[in-house]
């Protein structure tokens, strides 16, 4: 693959995102450019490849208002062109690793008694999880949110990742329970409005030598 981007391109389209604080409404994210960012959301890795995950488009307007209160009335949840809620599966047990092994047998052409060593690596981590599988989930789905931030600034989407929000009432609007699921993070996504000052300002990152350190030193 010889189309990857120069360095100085990804450090410019970095520089270039912040957490946008007004979107322009009018303007709706084209769907190729969409369906890139939503390859990005599958294409996200995860720890063991389990993908405890789903990612909730929410573009209807009657429905993001329901929404707005519980944001914090903020109004990048309204305003931006497409709403993403991450949410997590509640429910990751044995049968779940064995539709994910069955899923990984058919992508990689294998028969499922090949992975039977690292199916009951899988199984043993389910039944006895070093930590919370809902905290484990969690630290899976900020993966996905910051693949998304990145591939959305590549792209020249604005994003605004949020946690401004109460989550079991965007659960109930949601109908996700019923699901298998529960949110834990926004992202808005779209287009910044011309008038959104945050745009200009510099970001605010200690000295590289302070939060990037080799060993040994």
């Known amino acids: 693959m010889d189309n990857f981007i120069a360095p100085e391109q990804l450090v410019a389209s970095l520089q270039w995102r912040y957490a946008t604080k007004k979107f322009d409404p009018s303007r709706k994210i084209p769907a190729p450019i969409w369906k890139a960012l939503e390859d990005s959301l599958v294409l996200t890795p995860s720890s ?22 519980h944001s914090w009335n903020q ?35 294998v028969a499922i008694e090949d992975l ?26 900020y993966i996905a949110l910051g693949q998304f931030m990145a591939a959305a600034a590549l792209l020249g989407i604005d994003t605004c990742p949020m946690e401004g929000f ?4 965007y659960d109930e609007i949601l109908g996700l329970p019923a699901q298998g699921y529960r949110s834990v993070v926004l992202c ?23 939060v990037i350190g080799y060993l040994p030193q």
């Open 75 to 109: 109004t990048q949840v309204v305003e931006a062109s497409h709403l993403v809620v991450f949410a997590i599966k509640t429910a990751i047990d044995t049968d779940y690793a064995d539709r994910y092994l069955e899923r990984m047998a058919e992508v990689q052409g």
């Open 188 to 210: 808005p996504a779209g287009y910044r409005d011309p008038s959104d000052k945050h745009a200009s300002r510099a970001k605010v990152r200690f000295p590289q030598s302070t």
């Open 116 to 141: 039977a060593g690292f199916g009951n690596m899988l199984k043993g981590f389910i039944t006895k999880p070093p930590l919370s599988l809902d905290e484990w989930a969690v630290r899976q789905v």
């Open 166 to 169: 109460i989550p079991h009432k």
């Open 48 to 69: 063991f490849g389990l993908q405890p995950w789903k990612f909730f488009i929410i573009q209807d307007q009657d429905l993001r208002q329901q929404l707005l209160p």
